[in-house]
DNA sequence: CTAGCATTATGCAAAAAATGCATAAGATAT
DNA sequence: ATATCTTATGCATTTTTTGCATAATGCTAG
């Protein structure tokens, strides 16, 4: 069955007239004759009353072409439908992955100043664990993961089709309360024997492996104890804050608390952890609407945030 | 187009493989595999994902399908219609209005059903608006309108010469995809302040008003947000399928996706919908066969459908 | 990471189908 | 009845589709 015979009987049944219709469709007046015939044998009963001129369909070839229309009506609306969303990709709904630290405060600054500069998209966070999150995208659960990188730990794919752009950066430095004259609470330089208390992330937290290799190769465990433990960063930040000990945190997130005098960067100015803030992608799993936010972001490097 | 292109794809959606669906069809899978790519062409989509074994459709190759089973269905009915009407012919022939979802959906099955028990009659379907469809009944076109109401919408005339019997019920329910453990994806409980992202039937719809009533009383404005929006009720199902948010749609629809697991009902018992399918006839026209047809369905109350 | 297996895509010649031309057959009107 | 218009048919040609062999690609197990 093809569409082009309902075409025909269709023509046919406006001029009621083989050769002109012929004419209309560009196709032979011959050839014509034949493809009207060839779709009364398919549905089994003559549909052209040729009896008479100009001809007419029969009753039977109304009805078909009443249904044919419908029918066809409904696949060419699908068809629409279809091209549609896909040059209208704004009601996709984008999902990011993130660990719960960079959802918590990176990511809507970020969206916030992604979508001044894109234009809005409909998306949602899933705040999980970074393997987590890596490992939903790779299931296609959620299109893009968020994520620190630094010198010490990239999270690139291992053969896997992941790749991944700078979106941001942020760096890790040690702080704590500040004493009254702003000098640190706990300065490094002064420990002889006792160690300073430490607030650290706990061994879970994505963001120890970062910290670890810094504490490690600057001999750090020797001049920390630890006082606290906790795997967010809020957490720290405000034990920090009551002077409970040094912690290495997210210069986003403390940046208030060190302009309003809250917080004080402490010991060495070499321990200090550049961190990335990537955006991951599965290769594999792309469609138009996020190959076009990767096309933007991977052409403009950084967008500044606020 | 040809039929046979989307007899392919059907196939293809069943066996998720090219050559085995190639030799079901009985055609070398090299030809098969151009047959595919042709109706993709005529799409102006890819419709199946092949980068996965199986290979699986694509959500435009899902829709495609569903809309080319609805219309070659429609299709073939008429052209049975017409095989009948010859073998009976000087019968009077029953003219049925409805709108295009019923007409696509539930008017097959319930003529299946009726013509069973009642026997067969010759009949021609008038799928279009339901304003239309009520106005062509009163302008003696059509016999009989096919139409959904609930509580919050009735097509009682105004004074005119209309009636209404049931011939089935139907309802609406908040349906998404589930988790794992097959709890929904999207629980209402669980928002507190992030809204369930909505699978919406557009504004046109007619569906639309009997769901918006719901919403409305239910204050579910506060805890939805728009995700994606269109008329027909297939696409919201598919994307339902795939987890993108929350859909109101008709039991009868998903009923199998519930019993496979690939939906799972959602939100609060209460927000069901209750929909009567009424046949509706004009009472000053009338004549033997339609009177014959609707004291038959009236004395039955309801054919169940199967 | 690679070899081996399975699946899909492509080049090309052969087969099938549709088309156009010329013309026959049929219908209409004067 | 015949001139004229319209549709159907035979046949060579063109276009399209198909199958075969094979290349490219994807998946899997060692």
């Given at each position: 069955m093809d569409l082009a015979w309902f075409k025909d009987l269709g023509q046919l049944s406006k001029t009621g007239n083989f050769s002109q219709a012929a004419q209309i469709r560009n196709i032979s007046q011959p050839a014509f004759s034949r493809r009207i015939k060839a779709l009364e044998t398919w549905v089994g009963t003559k549909l052209v009353d040729r009896t008479r001129h100009p001809v007419k369909l029969t009753p039977a070839g109304e009805q078909m072409l009443e249904a044919s229309k419908q029918?066809?009506?409904r696949i060419e609306f699908e068809k629409k439908q279809?091209?549609?969303a896909q040059s209208l990709p704004d009601k996709y709904i984008v999902t990011f992955g993130a660990q719960h630290s960079i959802g918590w405060r990176f990511f809507p600054a970020w969206?916030?100043?992604?979508e001044d500069v894109y234009g809005a998209i409909i998306s949602t966070l899933?705040?999980?664990d970074l393997a987590n999150c890596i490992d939903a995208m790779h299931k296609h659960e959620i299109d893009f993961v968020i994520a620190y990188e630094s010198a010490y730990s990239r999270n690139r794919g291992e053969g896997l089709a992941r790749e991944a752009i700078r979106?941001?950066?942020d760096f890790l430095i040690p702080v704590c309360k500040p004493n009254l004259d702003g000098?640190?609470?706990y300065a490094f330089s002064s420990?002889?024997?006792s160690k300073v208390p430490w607030l650290r992330f706990g061994e879970s937290a994505p963001i120890t492996k970062h910290i670890n290799p810094l504490i490690e190769s600057a001999g750090l465990q020797e001049k920390l104890s630890v006082a606290y433990e906790n795997s967010m960063s809020g957490a720290l930040r405000i034990r920090a804050r009551e002077g409970t000990g040094v912690a290495w945190l997210p210069y986003s997130l403390i940046a208030p608390d060190l302009e309003a005098g809250l917080l004080?960067?402490?010991g060495n100015e070499e321990w200090k952890i550049d961190l990335d803030v990537m955006l991951l992608r599965d290769k594999s799993h792309t469609n138009t609407v996020t190959r076009r936010i990767w096309a933007f972001l991977a052409t403009r490097q950084q967008i500044p945030l606020i």
């Open positions: 029918a066809f009506e279809i091209i549609e969206l916030q100043a992604f899933r705040a999980d979106i941001g950066t000098t640190p609470l420990s002889k024997g004080v960067r402490t």
